[in-house]
């Protein structure tokens, strides 16, 4: 996948100019809108649109220094009016395009390239599963996206659980893993840089479709599942797993991820304080 990330960065840089749709990147590297969007953002800390803004804006910096009109640079790089160039460029630069015309000052965006990182040889843990259609049952909330720390609006929610919503999930629980997940889903097109929201279900699996008007109902197709367990303090364990996952084991694996619910599931460690097992559910397919 690295081999793919830099040739997509080249396949930019050939085409800052030119139309960059997210759809049109995406079938040039040849996997999903959804996991490459994802993989790039674990590996670079930034949106794939961000990025390409961020490097035309830097090489229309270039172009001013070397004399070429402002209103020629704006329309070159995709802006449709002079206020709208003016305003990116000043954003994203601290001073006006005319500064650099003027003064000669100037700010850089280098181009990214994506190198292979061992960290101290340590091995990811993780098992392939497929499973057949099931049902992601229990309540759910739309919840800020946020990447560390404890989400207190998925703690506000399960707080919320009644005890009849907990004996029909209980009773509807037939398929493993047998334990009360949390699962994500429906993420607003911001969602990476932390700033858009999901929808978070607590609840369970079940292979039953009758459910009461007390809890949602999810249904998830059959998928060929990556699952990767992992034990430490809560919730850093779990989200540095998360991370992990995306940038260091999809980039070299043969599986690219699936635009579907992902889940996890936690059992705190009833002799350590903030200590747990959990094991995160990401539906895969071959690449």
């Not at 794939?48 to 961020?54: A, D, V």
């Not at 091995?123 to 946020?146: H, Y």
């Not at 404890?150 to 037939?174: F, Y």
């Not at 429906?186 to 459910?211: C, P, S």
């Amino acid at each position: 996948m690295l081999k793919e990330l830099n040739h997509v960065i080249d396949y930019i840089e050939a085409h800052l100019t030119d139309d960059l749709s997210l759809e049109i990147i995406s079938e040039y590297a040849g996997v999903s809108d959804y996991h490459f969007r994802k993989i790039f953002f674990y590996l670079s800390g930034m949106t794939l649109t961000e990025y390409i803004k961020n490097r035309r804006l830097s090489e229309a910096n270039k172009d001013l220094l070397q004399g070429e009109k402002v209103t020629d640079v704006a329309f070159k790089y995709g802006y449709q009016s002079m206020d709208g160039f003016t305003r990116a460029f000043k954003k994203w630069s601290g001073f006006l395009p005319s500064d650099v015309v003027k003064k000669g000052i100037s700010k850089s965006f280098p181009k990214l390239s994506f190198i292979i990182t061992v960290k101290g040889g340590v091995s990811m843990e993780f098992r392939i599963e497929d499973k057949p259609a099931f049902n992601l049952v229990g309540v759910t909330r739309r919840v800020p996206m946020q990447f560390e720390g404890v989400n207190n609006a998925i703690v506000e929610l399960a707080k919320s659980i009644t005890s009849k919503q907990r004996e029909e999930m209980h009773a509807l629980q037939d398929i493993a893993p047998y334990e009360v997940v949390n699962a994500s889903y429906n993420a607003d097109a911001n969602f990476l840089k932390e700033e858009g929201d999901l929808t978070h279900l607590i609840g369970v699996l079940t292979t039953k479709d009758e459910v009461s008007e007390l809890l949602e109902k999810v249904s998830v197709e059959a998928y060929t599942w990556a699952i990767f367990p992992n034990e430490g303090p809560f919730p850093s364990t779990l989200q540095q797993t998360m991370a992990s996952i995306y940038a260091e084991w999809l980039p070299s694996s043969n599986y690219e991820v699936i635009n579907a619910p992902s889940f996890s599931f936690t059992k705190m460690n009833e002799h350590k304080a903030q200590y747990a097992y959990s094991e995160i559910w990401i539906p895969v397919r071959k690449k």
